[in-house]
């Protein structure tokens, strides 16, 4: 199969409005000196030895973990396959792990998302299902709003007769502090297209996402 490429904007570029109103984003030096600060405010020293390398980790960290800001689904997306001999039935991948952080109290957010869509022509490689979910879980998220950009991403961008996504996360920020449950999982779907409106395809999106 030959693949086709779509030219769209290239990473932190999805929309220039929003990316010329965001502030400017802070230096290396600034965001160790603001981890220091925190350091400071919990009780601790850090200056002491164990601490003095954790604002450059901290800041590294942060680089990756929220890695998602600077790159762009459409790129992600552009990349699809034409040649199917027909094909246009149900393309569901199942159970891609993911992590993301609350937006609310920047704890993880440890998940699974299961992604399908009924094809309208070109087709996606597999992996970019992943990427898509990397990219949006690698933000300050919640879980509803991560699972219709998901859906919308996906949607508006492959234009397919229809999207589902569903995802099942546990939360630190309802783990580790407040009402302190360990083990609750939350579910959220989103549903387009066909999705939406035939009960049928959706009943059979579950059967495929519940069947083991």
Known sequence: MDAIVKNFPAAG?????????????????????????????????????????????????YRELFAGYEQSYQEVLGRTFEEMSGFDDIVLVRDIPFFSHCEHHMLPIKGMATVAYLPNGPVLGLSKIARVIEIFGRRLQTQENMTAQIANAIQDTLKPRGVAVLIEAEHMCMEMRGVQKQGSRTLTTTFTGEFKTNPTEQARF???ARNR
């Open 13 to 61: 570029q999805e929309q220039v409005k929003d990316k010329a109103q965001q502030p400017i984003r802070p230096t290396q030096q600034e965001a160790e000196e603001a981890v220091r600060t925190l350091l400071r405010w919990a009780g601790d020293d850090p200056a002491r030895e164990g601490l003095l390398d954790t604002p450059t980790r901290v800041a590294k960290a």
């Open 206 to 208: 579950f059967t495929l």
